[in-house]
């Protein structure tokens, strides 16, 4: 999500893209905590579904995150400046807009550790999701 201070752990990456465009180019990062990429929550949305290049093979589960991670405006610019292919391909097609659109949902059931009987005065309660989506609960509890 687009916001005016980023993910510092995310910073570390992008601060690096000047240094590489194109597939093949490295720079070594000395100090990255995957872990601190994330969103501080333990709350998340599961569903089965399918990779997103050809031949879109049914085999993934996605999980979504209840709260986003940002990036600059400026970050932003920089990953859509990456190219896809080697130098020597100079020709390749820019790493932006290589996106899937959204496909049907076709009854697939959409899992979630949310908790919608927690009271809004609980430590635990979740305010930005809402039962109205109808969420199924699954088992899972945070550690």
Not at 18 to 38: F, T
Not at 55 to 63: D, I, N, P, S
Not at 77 to 89: C, E, P, T, V, W
């Amino acid at each position: 999500m687009l916001g005016d201070l980023s993910n510092p752990e995310l910073r570390i990456l992008t601060d690096h893209l000047d240094m590489i465009k194109y597939s093949g180019e490295e720079v070594p990062v000395k100090r990255l905590s995957v872990a601190d990429l994330l969103p501080a929550t333990h709350y998340y949305m599961t569903y089965d579904g399918s990779t997103t290049v050809p031949a879109c093979h049914e085999t993934v589960t996605w999980l979504i995150l209840n709260k986003p991670i940002y990036i600059t405006k400026q970050q932003l610019y920089s990953l859509r400046g990456l190219m896809q292919g080697s130098k020597k391909n100079q020709g390749m097609a820019p790493l932006g807009n290589n996106f899937r659109p959204p496909q049907p949902l076709h009854n697939r059931l959409v899992r979630t550790n949310i908790d919608f009987n927690l009271r809004k005065d609980d430590e635990k309660y979740c305010p930005s999701m809402h039962k109205d989506v109808y969420y199924k609960a699954n088992d899972w509890k945070p550690h």
